[in-house]
C-alpha cells in the first residue's frame, strides 16, 4: 500500500528530533526538552519536509511578504531588527492563535517541522533567524512569514476568491500526484 503524505497525517512522516538537522533549534548540548514540550514537537523526515515545500511554493498566499496583503483581510507586519526577544514573542502571543493549535513549520533549508503555537513562540528566537521561515495552520486561514530581512508578516482571514482557489487545489493535486508518496 502506497501512504501519500498529506497535511492531515504529515506527522506520521517524523524521525526523532535527536535525528534532525534542525534540532539546534529546540534542544542544545547544555539543555534537554521536557518531555512536554518534546510531545509538541514533530521534526518531520526529509520527504515530509519537501512536502511542505512544495505546499508553500503552491500556495500564492505564501509566496512572500510583499504580496501578502492581496490575500488576507488583516495584515500586519513586525520587525526584528531593534527588538528584544520578549517583544518578539509578545507580537506572536498577541496574534490569538490558541496555544494548543499545530502548526506546519517549514524552514528554507528543506527542514519541515509540525509543532504547536506554544513552542513556535518560545523558540522564536531560534527559529526566526538566518533562513525564511513560512507557519501555517491547516485551515490556511492565517500565515506567518518571517524573511530574510528580520521582518514578520502575519496574515489573518483569508479573502476567498473561487478563481484563484481552484488553481490552487489543481497545483497541490498534481503535486500529490507527482511527489506525495513515501
Known amino acids: 500500500m502506497e501512504n501519500k503524505i498529506t497535511l492531515e497525517h504529515i506527522h506520521t512522516f517524523s524521525i526523532p528530533l535527536s535525528e534532525h538537522p534542525g534540532k539546534w533549534k529546540f534542544i542544545s548540548e547544555k539543555e534537554q526538552l521536557s518531555n512536554e514540550y518534546k510531545d509538541q514537537i514533530v521534526a518531520l523526515n526529509p520527504k515530509a519536509s519537501s512536502f511542505l515545500r512544495e505546499f508553500k511554493n503552491s500556495q500564492k498566499y505564501l509566496s512572500s511578504t510583499i504580496n501578502i496583503a492581496k490575500y488576507f483581510n488583516?495584515?500586519?507586519?513586525?520587525?526584528?531588527?531593534?527588538?528584544?526577544?520578549?517583544?518578539?514573542?509578545?507580537?506572536?502571543?498577541?496574534?490569538?492563535?490558541?496555544f494548543n493549535q499545530r502548526v506546519f513549520c517549514f524552514i528554507e533549508n528543506n527542514w519541515g517541522f509540525l509543532l504547536t503555537w506554544k513552542m513556535l513562540i518560545k523558540f522564536s528566537d531560534s527559529l526566526f533567524g538566518g533562513s525564511e521561515v513560512y507557519s501555517w495552520d491547516k485551515t490556511s486561514n492565517w500565515c506567518l512569514i518571517y524573511d530574510h530581512e528580520d521582518v514578520f508578516c502575519f496574515g489573518k482571514n483569508l479573502n476567498y476568491n473561487s478563481e484563484k482557489h481552484s488553481q490552487e487545489l489543481k497545483k497541490i493535486e498534481e503535486m500529490i500526484n507527482k511527489t506525495g508518496t513515501s
Open 74 to 98: 488583516e495584515v500586519t507586519y513586525f520587525s526584528k531588527t531593534n527588538t528584544t526577544n520578549k517583544n518578539v514573542k509578545k507580537c506572536l502571543y498577541e496574534k490569538g492563535i490558541p
